[in-house]
């Protein structure tokens, strides 16, 4: 599992992590539900089946985490993370699903999810996801990234102009989040205010044509920007 958040982050919480449970199969939130509270800093605090559940029950309990399954009756996952983001943009979002086709993927990445697993995945992968989400990071299993990247690469249809070369500010913005840095840190490092360093992303994502975090280190990857070696801790 990819992430870009530290393994002592969940420390920042002084309090459980609150989380939001939404698929439509009642097996599957059981088993969610019991591997989560088996966890000290962990508490569930509702279930949800559809998407429009979801946003009311996330608007009315601010979770910290929604887990979000894609596939459901009425509204489905995509379009329900950027509504629930749209309402409340400080609840994170990860994405369990059987679904991992690059269409899905880039779509719920660009939504504001901040990470996704496949229902495959280990338990423990799962409770780490959801600490890594908690704390601003992201998630994504190894074997979505080459399908994200090919995406992209589709999707790249047009060269870049000089209006999309990052400036230096920028660029120093891009190496810090891909090794794993989440925004507090980075502006303290960087002596910036969060309110900057969310402004220095967001010309990022735009001049990238991208959506998210991971999108963005995927993306300078590919065109050489950075290296392996940069992003150690993503």
């Not at 402004?199 to 990857?221: P, W, Y």
């Amino acid at each position: 599992m990819i992430t870009n958040a530290t393994p002592n982050q969940s420390q920042n919480f002084t309090r459980p992590i609150r989380v939001l449970l939404v698929d439509d199969h009642t097996l599957v939130r059981e088993g969610m539900r019991r591997l989560l509270e088996a966890e000290e800093d962990m508490t569930v605090v509702a279930e949800a089946v559809t998407g429009e559940e979801a946003i009311t029950m996330a608007q009315q309990l601010r979770p910290d985490v929604v887990i979000m399954d894609i596939a459901m009756p009425g509204m489905g996952g995509i379009k329900a993370t950027h509504v629930l983001k749209e309402y409340c943009p400080e609840i994170e979002v990860l994405v369990l699903s059987a679904y991992d086709d690059e269409p899905y993927l880039v779509a719920l990445l660009e939504a504001g999810a901040k990470g996704f697993l496949l229902k495959n995945a280990r338990g423990q992968e799962l409770v780490s996801a959801v600490r890594t989400v908690a704390c601003g990071g992201s998630v994504l299993h190894p074997t979505l990234v080459g399908k994200i990247t090919r995406r992209l690469s589709q999707r790249a249809s047009s060269p870049h102009t000089s209006n999309d070369t990052l400036s230096e500010r920028e660029f120093d913005v891009l190496r810090l989040a891909a090794q794993g840095l989440p925004n507090k840190e980075i502006a303290r490092r960087m002596g910036l205010s969060i309110r900057t360093v969310h402004s220095h992303l967001a010309s990022i994502f735009a001049k990238m044509h991208v959506g998210s975090r991971t999108e963005a280190v995927l993306q300078a990857l590919r065109r050489g920007m950075i290296s392996l070696q940069d992003t150690h801790g993503f």
